[in-house]
């Protein structure tokens, strides 16, 4: 009886875990270059973090930037580099200024956890 109780906890608990990361996955907006943003992303971190920011084209490259400095991240041929900041200044663009500027806060730090497996 443990056996089965723990075979569907497992298999529950998968398919959960499975869903939210699809539904993360539906957040962002079906645009050229969407393949691209999840493939270059999800390995490190859930799509649910790109759904959360709104930065301007600027800002990304700087943040692909700082990723490939801090943490490890592979290099991204620059075509592939421009179609996934295309992606991003279009899909995650910034609503107005004062949301640009929120970021800047202390409070947005929860957001930007290094990822522990690049240490």
Known sequence: MKHFLLVAWV????????????SAIGQLKNLPGKALVQA?????????????????RRQWDETITV???KNGMWTIPAPMRKQILDY???AQRPA?????????TPWARPLYRANPLWK
């Open 96 to 104: 107005d200024a004062g949301l640009a500027r929120g970021k800047k």
């Open 67 to 69: 990723m490939q400095k």
């Open 40 to 56: 270059n992303c999800i390995p490190c971190h859930s799509t649910a973090i790109i759904a959360a920011n709104h930065l301007t």
């Open 88 to 90: 991003l200044e279009k």
């Open 11 to 22: 298999l529950v608990g998968g398919r959960v875990l499975a869903a939210d990361n699809e």
